[in-house]
């Protein structure tokens, strides 16, 4: 069984274009993430969502946003999508947000080429 | 600003060695996390192991350790008896607050 699953794992799309990377845990975490990983694998959290709170990285543009129908997802919409998109996008999932209790599983990712 | 740092950004090591992989942290918080991640070739992150800052030991699982000095404010990885699957990225990361941040990582060769 898949703990954190992640759709699509690959997407192409052209530049301007909206589109959606669906996120999915079975674990019955509270906390769900996405991170941005550039070419150069360095791994920066976008957000943090649980059911109480999202806390937006601030350097996020605002053509990100997540969306969570619920406790077990938190889908990731980009509008609008530029070059510098391009990245490998993590879903990540935590029973807890308190700090220091908070070990993260990870999705498998979903590299994203905006051509 | 960046918190975590790992100095070595590429490392080898021979096969059945044993190798540290230095991570630095700094943060004001009295509570607080320390992970380490591998990232194979594959891509997918992996959790390997986590020490508390409150932890009076220092966390083993398996064939990973952390080597936790808090005053220097350093948890370093080790891996002993290397193996040719170890061969990754490996990330050291920290939550503290609400927050969650990645070191830059090592890639770490492991030779036959």
């Known amino acids: 069984d898949t703990a954190v699953s992640q759709t699509p794992k690959y997407l192409v799309t052209q530049m301007g274009n909206d589109k959606s990377i669906k996120c999915e845990q079975n674990l019955g975490h509270d906390t769900m993430y996405w991170y941005k990983q550039d070419s150069k694998k360095f791994l920066k959290i976008m957000f943090s969502?649980?059911?109480?709170?999202?806390?937006i990285n601030e350097t996020v543009p605002n053509r990100f946003s997540p969306k969570s129908p619920d406790k077990a997802h938190l889908n990731l919409h980009i509008n609008s999508l530029e070059l510098g998109d391009s990245a490998v996008y993590f879903c990540?999932?935590?029973?807890?947000?308190?700090?220091?209790?908070?070990?993260?599983?990870f999705g498998p990712g979903t590299r994203l080429l905006v051509l | 600003a960046q918190k975590i740092t790992q100095t070595q950004p590429g490392m080898f090591v021979q096969e059945k060695e044993a190798v540290t992989l230095d991570c630095t942290y700094d943060t004001s918080d009295p509570s607080y996390g320390l992970f380490w991640y591998k990232q194979p070739s594959s891509g997918e992150m992996i959790f390997l192991i986590y020490?508390?800052?409150?932890?009076?030991q220092n966390a083993t699982e398996g064939r990973y350790s952390l080597n936790f000095q808090k005053a220097r404010k350093s948890a370093n990885l080790v891996i002993s008896a290397s193996q040719l699957g170890d061969s990754a990225m490996y990330f050291c990361?920290?939550?503290?607050?609400?927050?969650?941040?990645f070191g830059p990582g090592t890639r770490l060769s492991v030779l036959p």
């Open positions: 969502y649980n059911n109480k709170e999202l806390i």
């Open positions: 020490q508390g800052s409150y932890d009076q």
């Open positions: 990540a999932s935590s029973q807890d947000q308190t700090s220091g209790s908070g070990t993260q599983y």
């Open positions: 990361a920290m939550d503290y607050g609400q927050n969650f941040v």
